[in-house]
């Protein structure tokens, strides 16, 4: 694959073809992410199965599933969605939908005044834009047998929020340690606010669980 991508990169030099630097960079892209541009599914999940699940835009419910497992389908956006689950006997729970970079789709290099436009109006419509194909909500009991089992169920969650951004997280910083002078890297920077709002949800849900023993005293 490395050497199709410097074959193709020398006959751009070479013959200055008109959208050389678009073909190698969609070369590239598929060389680096070799999976399939998305397709607008979002698997809907939760634990447990069986959640009324929907898909919110602020106040606005864009998809829905009447019981989990389901599948539904969004449109491309730069916007952040939400799925809102409930279960019986469990609290009410929310996942957020973040849209990320689909490098599988097809754009214009952005050099020229052609490339440059195509990129703006590419950006505008959010085109290279996809939402993660699946999403998995934890709706955690409304009361726990034992502040043993509410503290392991919730410490699980953290960790896998910890772990989810763990091996991007270490590349941004490695990048921004390797390059003191040239400004820390964005992405590190929206990874951190993303992880702490995520943590920040997982805490106030935790906060509302209670313990069987603890509810029954109270009653």
């Not at 606005?60 to 969605?81: F, I, N, Q, Y």
Request: charged letters at 20%; aromatic letters at 2%.
């Amino acid at each position: 694959m490395k050497i199709v991508l410097r074959v193709l990169v020398l006959g751009c030099a070479v013959a200055s073809l008109p959208g050389c630097a678009t073909v190698a960079l969609n070369a590239a892209l598929r060389a680096a992410h070799p999976s399939p541009p998305w397709n607008g599914e979002v698997a809907i999940a939760s634990e447990p199965a069986g959640a009324r699940c929907t898909v919110n835009r602020g106040d606005r419910v864009m998809a829905e599933v009447a019981a989990t497992p389901g599948t539904v389908r969004l449109d491309r956006s730069h916007a952040e969605l939400e799925v809102r689950c409930t279960a019986d006997g469990h609290l009410a729970a929310a996942e957020p939908i973040r849209p990320r970079d689909d490098p599988a789709v097809f754009r214009m290099a952005p050099n020229g005044i052609i490339g440059a436009t195509a990129t703006v109006i590419s950006l505008a419509a959010a085109r290279t834009m996809r939402y993660p194909g699946e999403v998995t909500v934890a709706l955690p009991p409304v009361a726990f047998p034992s502040e043993a089992a509410r503290d392991g169920w919730f410490a699980a969650r953290r960790d896998a929020i910890l772990a989810r951004r763990a091996t991007d997280l270490a590349q941004a910083e490695e990048r921004c340690t390797a390059n003191p002078d040239s400004g820390c890297d964005p992405a590190l920077l929206v990874m951190r606010a993303e992880q702490e709002e995520d943590l920040r949800r997982l805490a106030a849900l935790q906060d509302q669980a209670g313990v069987a023993t603890q509810m029954a005293v109270a009653q």
